[in-house]
């Protein structure tokens, strides 16, 4: 049950990019997919790490305060290598694993927590099998003339098209509120006690994040160019760079010498600090490009 949380979890509308992703750095692209998830995997276990050093640590936020706060067919061959897609390609893959703000709930929803790396490790498993699944049907059925979304790429006349189009309308819908619940929990940490525990401040939140996605989502008419900025920013920051950071304030580790968790975390550090720079990068000027 918990391993299914995890992969619905990390498993969203990025699904529909990768193919895009894959079409954008060429098939030995997918080294660095594994890269980027096996980055994801090992912050998870980070998170958890940091979540047992305190059983009053229940969500994201409290980890940070604790850290910083006092507390068609097949007939499309592609290309091996594209150096041009790469930083796209890297970022859209980073996209893909973005669930990490979630990881303490669910960690902390669990009857046995000794049994999060097995779940953690199943459920990244499964997702990354979907993934790799997704992107590499997707690009040898179009190759480089997949969209930033697979379903632009389908045939919009037909009835078979259509439900699969509007099937995939469920990913986001699904995970919307999971994904969306950190955020507002958040939001509503930083206001008054009179007013945080309000039912009317709590949906007054969520329909202000809501009403501010969809002006986004109409505000930004290339879904690949957004979803790599969001990918180089947001997502290098929140899986990538603060779980690097927590683990190393929290565990005190940086003054206990070199081991392979403090080198592996600063590599990592060093990595999205690299990722999400040249990715900002790429894709505004790409942006302004399009407009």
């Not at 007939?75 to 970022?91: E, P, W």
């Not at 290339?222 to 929290?250: A, D, Q, R």
């Amino acid at each position: 049950m918990v391993a299914k949380k995890v992969v619905e979890m990390l498993t969203g509308i990025c699904l529909l990019t990768v193919p895009y992703a894959l079409s954008s750095g060429g098939w030995l692209s997918l080294l660095l997919f594994f890269l980027v998830a096996a980055i994801a995997f090992y912050t998870g276990l980070l998170l958890k790490t940091c979540l047992d050093v305190d059983p009053s640590i229940k969500s994201y936020l409290d980890i940070s305060e604790r850290a910083f706060v006092n507390g068609v067919g097949f007939n499309a061959k592609g290309k091996l290598l594209n150096v041009g897609g790469i930083h796209t390609a890297v970022s859209l893959y980073i996209v893909c694993f973005a669930g990490h703000p979630v990881v303490p709930s669910v960690y902390t929803s669990m009857q046995d927590p000794h049994q999060f790396s097995k779940v953690w490790f199943s459920g990244f498993t499964v997702t990354i099998i979907t993934y790799l699944s997704m992107a590499i049907v997707g690009y040898l059925m179009y190759g480089d003339t997949v969209e930033s979304e697979i379903t632009l790429n389908l045939p919009t006349g037909k009835a078979s098209a259509k439900v699969a189009i509007y099937t995939t309308l469920l990913i986001p819908i699904t995970r919307y509120a999971l994904m969306l619940t950190p955020v507002a929990n958040g939001i509503e940490s930083g206001l008054s006690a009179n007013y945080k525990n309000r039912r009317s401040v709590k949906i007054l939140t969520r329909m202000a994040l809501l009403l501010s996605t969809v002006v986004l989502a109409c505000t930004f008419p290339h879904f690949e160019s957004l979803m790599t900025i969001v990918g180089s920013i947001s997502i290098v920051l929140v899986s990538f760079i603060l779980p690097c950071l927590f683990y190393l304030k929290i565990s005190d580790s940086y003054h206990q010498g070199w081991s392979y968790k403090t080198t592996g975390s600063i590599g990592i550090i060093i990595f999205g600090i690299v990722a999400g720079i040249s990715g900002t990068w790429f894709s505004i000027a790409q942006l302004a490009d399009d407009t």
